[in-house]
DNA sequence: TAAATAAAATTAACACTGTTAACTTAATAA
DNA sequence: TTATTAAGTTAACAGTGTTAATTTTATTTA
């Protein structure tokens, strides 16, 4: 039974392989420009020995963007230690946009990249994704039980959080914020974020 | 010198067929997917036809993105006539929202697609993108000189209110918001903004 | 160990893409 | 009417994702 074993070990190397390649060159030059060809010619393999580890591009796209959600869920789960709510709330937002700003290609195909979402149907797949949702949710819910936030509905006001954090990261990310002092964008994204926080809060 | 009168007429009468044709397309099948060989056959010119009046693809791209700000500049130009700031921030933020949600690929492409920056340097690309966002800063800026805003620094105000704006509908433009009620989407929406917009308020 | 079978990887090909160069057709000027 | 300029087309290049047929490699059976 050793050689099946070895086989299925191979075969998750091999595309772990594929994977690293892929990463590495979404991250640097995004989706589309980066063709199975120049995946293959990275690994020395021939373009269509991928189609024997992954379906399709797209296959190796969502496979990227469950590390990506893995990766960030890893650091909500930090932040959901957190008792207060709302200490808990902005520790959220605060990690959310450290994320974004670090890993801004993978952030890209998270939240931005269009198209990513064309396959996500069953509850298996974008089931992380789902679970970092889950934690923003349940925090704002939290908060507005034990009465700390201005806001009732739990609705309105997680898609109002979660709207102003992923605006003010995808608008530096897709390079729309040339208006800005370019020195200072950084501090101003935080700036923008915090002050926000503190008219929602009660 | 009405021939060539007419000459420069009949060029720029090819331009608005080129670019409505590609307009229609990039509407409902986005840039991508939307190839010159398929504006071409739509115009019944050959494809290369188009290189005589675009420089390549980008060049219609962009145009299309002058003539959505353009649209957007309109419609924020009634906005500017309301005299009272709060008043006036409180307009341009639902008529952004309505404009994303009614002209989405037009959004798509001026505030979302990945490198329809690139070739934005000069002063006079981006004329009237620049002359959108004024409308949003000076109307912030008058607010708190009116003090009618809890915030008192323009730039981190202008980015927090552009921010949950570009938030939401961005969003909900490339399908992240699988996890809210399908029919009251549009809703939410608006109500999270409002809500925003009652809480930064004094 | 040698032949038969299964798995892995490759080459060739298809139907596309944006773009350039060379050629043909139509319109203007001499 | 001929020479010149402009407009449009065809052919071709280098690239894309993907499929089918073929070869190479590894494993199993006789």
Redesign the pocket.
Known sequence: MS??E??TR??QE?KALILNAAKDMFIQEGFEK?????I?DKI??????????Y????EIFHELMEIGFSILLNRFSEDMKIVNPIDRLYALGETYITFALENSEYYDLMFITKNAMDKVHTADDWCSGKKTFMCLQNTVEDCIAQNQLKSKDPNTATLAFWAQVHGVVSLYIRDRMKMFPKESIKDIIYASTSSIFEMIKK
Do not use: F, G, N, V
């Open positions: 050689i099946s070895r086989k191979e075969k091999m980066t063709s199975l060809r120049k293959a020395e393999y021939s373009p269509t020995t991928i189609y024997l580890y379906k399709d591009k797209t």
